[in-house]
């Protein structure tokens, strides 16, 4: 029995703590030496989809309008997934400006609304941006800088999630923690997925676009497949606020794990070592090994009862488990007790895996969330944050 018990308590902190720590002994990759070589700037299309975002994509468009890169080469496609609020009517008013209105015929999904606006691209880089993501306005420019390495193929920006006060939320000590990865995965070969609201990749990368894969993680995946690298830049920061509504904030996390599944079970082969290399070792490590912990640590904890008899580490494990839950719970009672760093963690950290959980049974039932529903998010005061 403790045989077993050490044997799960391994695996559940393999994902969070093991294999972070193997990725650090590797090599660091050198940095990128451009020899001082002039970089011309290069042509950008800016995919934005929209689902009923005729509240805030206003807003999202001002922002884009007010980013700094040269006007003739950026082109803006605001994709609209056969919405039936003011969207279009909105995106079409910005025609003037240079906005592109492209609108699916039926209500399909992000990734498909995301291939109609590819087809209008122009661009050599492609950035895809969601409308509740505020983008700096020096964003790009430190994007495409990137992309003067000829081995990197795509690049993701740097998550910040705000509550409606402008402060770190709960959730965003978690994404720090996953930011923090994301750079040591990309100092050390490639990321496997990147930040769905907001990254960039070479227009050749895009082509014959899957609309029933997360488009992250395509792009992560072509990038192994042809030598090139996704990697994570720390100079490029996407701002967006936590959703208002607990409820919505669940739904969220569902539809993404579930996209999550979907895409890696379309594309299996990319855990086979013997063809993706170490690409396919780190998406075990970082997805599959990640989504089984809450698979993992109820056995843990049921393991732990059974021990507690023997005291010592046993008995520690087992009260650091019990005040672990005993603050999630005081969390799920109080919003406001949700807010302290003691009691937000242990939350968002029991939420996110009782969604794995759920996401998990709602798979193997035949559920895939191909479309998806705005969450609701604040988007002026997020850009009072910038």
């Known amino acids: 029995m403790e045989v077993l018990f050490w044997l799960l308590v391994v695996a559940a902190a393999y994902s969070y703590f093991i294999y972070p720590a193997l990725l650090s002994l590797l090599p660091a990759r050198p940095p990128f030496d451009p020899r001082g070589d002039e970089f011309a700037e290069p042509c950008l299309t800016l995919v934005i989809p929209a ?5 805030r994509i206003a807003d999202k468009i001002e922002n884009t309008l007010t980013i700094d890169y040269p006007a003739e ?16 009517k909105v995106i079409k008013s910005y025609a003037a400006q240079g906005v592109i209105h492209v609108r699916a015929s039926a209500h399909r999904g992000k990734e498909y609304v995301q291939a109609l606006a590819l087809n ?3 661009g050599d880089i492609v950035v895809f941006s969601d409308s509740a993501t505020i983008i700096p306005a020096d964003s790009l420019r430190k994007l495409v800088q990137e992309f003067r390495d000829p081995d990197i193929g795509a690049v993701s920006s740097q998550d910040v999630i705000l509550d409606r006060d402008g402060n770190r939320t709960g959730e965003s000590s978690y994404v720090r923690y996953e930011m923090w990865l994301r750079r040591l995965e990309s100092s050390r070969n490639s990321l496997i997925g990147l930040s769905g609201s ?3 990749t070479r227009r050749e990368l895009c082509e014959d676009w899957d609309h029933q894969v997360p ?5 992560a995946m072509r990038c192994a497949q042809r030598g090139l690298r996704a990697i994570s830049s720390e100079q490029v ?3 967006y606020q936590e959703v208002a509504d607990d409820a919505h904030e669940y739904q969220r996390k569902l539809r993404t794990v579930i996209h999550g599944f979907a895409a890696v079970a379309a594309r299996v082969e990319v855990l086979n070592p013997l063809r993706y290399g170490l690409f396919a070792l780190q998406t075990w490590s970082h997805k599959i090994m990640r989504w089984l912990v809450p698979w993992l640590a109820l056995p843990v904890f049921m393991l732990n009862i059974a021990l507690v008899y023997k005291g010592g580490i046993y008995e520690a494990l087992f009260f650091i488990q019990l005040a672990f839950g005993l603050l999630a719970l005081c969390g799920f009672l109080s919003r406001r007790l949700r807010q302290r760093l003691p009691v937000k963690i242990p939350y968002y950290f029991i939420q996110v895996n009782l969604a794995l959980m759920h996401a998990a049974i709602l798979f193997l039932e035949g559920e895939r969330m191909v479309t998806w529903e705005p969450s609701v998010r604040g988007v002026e005061e997020a850009m009072d944050e910038i």
């Open 51 to 55: 689902f009923n975002e005729g509240g």
């Open 73 to 88: 080469k950026l082109q803006i496609i605001v994709a609209s997934d056969a919405s039936t609020d003011s969207t279009d």
């Open 120 to 122: 209008k691209a122009t």
């Open 198 to 200: 907001f990254f960039a």
């Open 215 to 219: 488009g992250d993680f395509t792009v």
């Open 237 to 239: 920061v996407g701002h």
